[in-house]
């Protein structure tokens, strides 16, 4: 799906980099730098996401089900519920946050074709560190994560992303395994 959805992209607008502009464009200082209000949102939105999802998957019917058939999908079809339904649901909704993360991604980068394919590999290692399934320990190490890219960044910007991958290793080297 994504390498269709990037050659359609490309078929309708082109290969071309477009620049989104910053829609609020006002910073504030906190701590002697400043910073743009756009980030500060995205940072909140990200928290009322996480707050969202943790009580969709806590509180609804749907995500009770769906945690359930994580655990066990014959004892919850057993029970005469449609999980392939269930699941349909929850991949619906998460293509819509990835939509959402892309809208919101491109005013800090530009509008691209392969916009996407960055995000993907470090999103992979995200949910790796914190965890399959894990929906508090992805939260946490995706912002573990992106401080050891602007750190990395900030004093060695050529090994950035690959310091996420070196972290990736290392918890996997040293996780406990239940197996």
Known sequence: MLLIGTDVIKWIWGN?????????????????IDLPVYRAIIVAMALAVFAGLNLFFKKSIVGKIVIAALEDTEGVW????????????????GS?????GGVLYA???????????DILLI????????????????FISAFVLGMV????GR?????????????MGAVLIFRRSDA
């Not at 057993?78 to 909704?93: A, M, Q």
């Not at 890219?149 to 990395?152: E, G, P």
């Open 78 to 93: 057993c029970l005469g519920l449609n999980v392939d339904k269930y699941f349909s649901i929850v991949f619906i909704l």
């Open 107 to 117: 005013p800090i980068s530009s509008a691209e074709p392969y916009m996407g394919y």
């Open 16 to 32: 071309t980099p477009q620049p989104v502009t910053d829609p609020i464009g006002v910073s504030f200082r906190l701590f002697g």
């Open 96 to 100: 819509a946050l990835a939509v959402l």
């Open 155 to 167: 004093y060695y910007s050529q090994a950035a992303d690959t310091m996420v991958f070196v972290v």
């Open 123 to 138: 999103a992979f290692a995200v949910v790796i560190v914190g965890g399959m399934g894990n929906l508090t320990g992805t």
């Open 149 to 152: 890219i602007a750190l990395t």
